[in-house]
C-alpha cells in the first residue's frame, strides 16, 4: 500500500515538473513565474496555474489606467517617456528577479509624478496586472501583498 502511494506520489511530482519544462511555453519570449509563495501549494507555481486572479489583474488595469498609461502606454506597452511592462522588453529587464523586487520598484519610485502614493494593495494589483499583459496564467489565490510573499515568486522564461 505504501509503494502504490509513493508511487503515485512520484509520478504526480515529475508529471508536475514535465509540464512546468515542457508544456507551458506559448513561444520563446512568453515567461511565467514558477515559485509559489510560503504557505501554497508548490502546484500552484510549478504547473503554472495562475499566482493571481482575474479580479486583481482588473483592479490593477484600473490603477494603471490613471497612474500608469500616461508614461507606460496603453496595455502597457510602452511610451516615450517610459519601458515597456510586456513583452522582450519586460522581459529583458526582470528574468531572474522576483515579483518583490518589481513591487519594490513601483512602490518606491511610481508612478514618476507621485512616487510612493499607492498603496501596498495597489502595488500589488499592478503586479497581477503585468503579469497578465505578459501572459502569466491567471488563477483563483491573489498575489500576497506581503513582500516576504512576493519574494517567493521568481519571474523565469517558459523552457
Known amino acids: 500500500m505504501r509503494r502504490i502511494a509513493k508511487r503515485k506520489r ?16 506559448a ?16 502546484d500552484v507555481g ?13 483592479r490593477g488595469e484600473t490603477v494603471s489606467t490613471k497612474s500608469c498609461t500616461v508614461c507606460h502606454g496603453d496595455q502597457l506597452k510602452g511610451g516615450d517617456l517610459a519601458p515597456a511592462l510586456q513583452g522582450s522588453e519586460f522581459l529583458k529587464n526582470w528574468v531572474g528577479k522576483t515579483a518583490g523586487e518589481l513591487s519594490d520598484r513601483i512602490d ?9 502614493t499607492l498603496t501596498p494593495q495597489q502595488v500589488t494589483d499592478v503586479v497581477a496586472y503585468i503579469f497578465k499583459v505578459n501572459g502569466f496564467p491567471a488563477g483563483a489565490s491573489e498575489l500576497p501583498k ?12 517558459a523552457k
Open 27 to 42: 513561444g520563446p519570449s512568453r515567461a511565467i513565474p514558477v515559485h509559489a509563495a510560503p504557505g501554497r501549494s508548490q
Open 46 to 58: 510549478t504547473t503554472g496555474a495562475g499566482l493571481y486572479s482575474e479580479a486583481q489583474s482588473a
Open 108 to 116: 518606491t519610485t511610481m508612478p514618476a509624478n507621485e512616487p510612493g
Open 146 to 157: 506581503e513582500k516576504s510573499g512576493l519574494n517567493a515568486i521568481k519571474i523565469v522564461p
Open 10 to 25: 512520484s509520478k504526480r511530482a515529475l508529471w508536475c515538473t514535465a509540464l512546468a519544462l515542457f508544456g507551458l511555453s
